[in-house]
């Protein structure tokens, strides 16, 4: 038998090192060739690590949340014949050596690394259903649950897939007190904190926010759209389009209106190296699309916008935005973007301030469109209104530069045939 040590490889692009997100194997497993041990994430996206080789999982190093460095060993593991770590076995400290060992000689020998213990060997942390999701638990424990007034959805369950267990109800009632035969009170009071570690997605997500409000003064404008001939158009090419064409909502004619007005303000569909105090003015029209993933927010680039009709524009997004969330991807998919668009769709309020996506120098924020009342030819009449936010690199982009952009993607927006007259 031999040991066989995983390093972290080279992933590309320059990187020297990437985060341990998530383990998929624990000591005393055996895994076999090409199962995934753990995910690491770099700046660009997080990456599945298959080991080359099967055998008995004898160490991990790291936590998730912790930085690997590329070639740095992440798994030590048992396998036939020599393995790779021969240079290892004699380096164990004289110390290390006169103590007591119970385990067999050829394992004995690689006790130096040290690994430390890792989450993936601790008991699970108890689960809490999402918002909406119906509580797994048996029927015994809804029975009691009922007789004891408590709601499930509101009880972290410590079993499989997060199943609630009657320790788990014990667990709830003890903590929160119940009251009057059992009932449990609407006004009980509530003790504790979860400490949730950011690591992962969430880290780099605050990082990349922060990075980008310290070093961009934001410069926020916001103007009121009138979108009836646009709703009015929108609707009608979906209900005469193909079987093969997207349904369109209001993002490729934003998208539209943008590759149409970016040539005449160069400066906003830009990137802005302020270290070394160079403004990339770009022609190509790489739209970033603010993607809400279950892991956190991802924005996932549409290549050459310039290129594509608006039906290829709607393709184009829901396909990286779907990939995207399913975690599918690729890096290039995920990097190059000129300017940004996020939109909340039907939760879209009145207006927003968006954070710009670094080193961008601008993004744009459609709001919900709501019918509304507005004057107009002196009469109150009512039309389907949205505001459109906005956010500029100040550094960059003046303010009457910025409105003046903005301008002109309203009065597209407003007269939607203009989108399409070259």
Sequence with gaps: MGIYQFRLPDVGEGTAEAEIVAWHVKVGDVVHEDQNLVDVM???ATVEMPVPIG???LALHG?????????????????????????????????????????PAPVAKIEAPAPKP?????????FRPKAGAKPLASPAVRARADELGIKLQYVPGSGPAGRITQADLDAYAHGY???????????????????????????????????????????????????????????????????D??????????????????????????????????????HAVHIGIA????????????????????????????????????????????????????????????????????PEVAIIGPNAIIDRPVVRDGQIVVRKMMNLSSSFDHRVVDGFDAAQFIQRIKGLLEHPAAIFVD
């Design 42 to 44: 770099t700046d660009k």
């Design 55 to 57: 055998g008995k999982v």
């Design 63 to 103: 936590e998730p949340g912790d930085m690997a460095a590329v070639g740095a060993v992440l798994v030590e593991i048992e396998v036939e014949g020599e393995g790779n770590a021969k240079a290892v076995k004699p380096a164990a400290a004289p110390a290390a050596a006169k103590a007591p060992e119970p385990k």
């Design 118 to 126: 890792v989450a993936a060997r601790q008991p699970a942390a108890p």
């Design 177 to 243: 007190g119940a009251v009057g035969g059992g009932a449990m009170s609407a006004y009980a009071a509530r003790e504790g904190a979860d400490e949730v570690k950011v690591i992962g997605l969430r880290r780099r997500i605050a990082e990349k926010m922060q990075e980008s409000k310290r070093r961009i003064p934001h410069y926020a404008y916001i103007d009121e759209v009138d979108m009836t001939e646009l709703e009015s158009l929108r609707t009608y090419l979906n209900s005469t389009k193909k079987a």
């Design 245 to 282: 064409q997207p349904k369109l909502n209001v993002l490729p004619f934003l998208m539209r209106a943008l590759v149409k007005v970016l040539p005449e303000f160069p400066e906003i569909n830009a990137r802005f190296d302020d270290e070394a105090g160079v403004v990339h003015r770009h």
């Design 291 to 358: 993607t809400q993933t279950d892991n956190g927010l991802i924005v996932p680039v549409v290549k050459h916008a310039e290129a594509r009709d608006i039906w290829d524009c709607a393709r184009e997004v829901a396909r990286v935005a779907t990939a995207a969330r399913e975690n599918k991807a690729a890096k290039d998919e995920l990097s190059g973007s000129t300017i940004t668009i996020t939109s909340l769709g039907a939760l879209g309020g009145l207006a927003t301030t968006p954070v710009i996506n670094y």
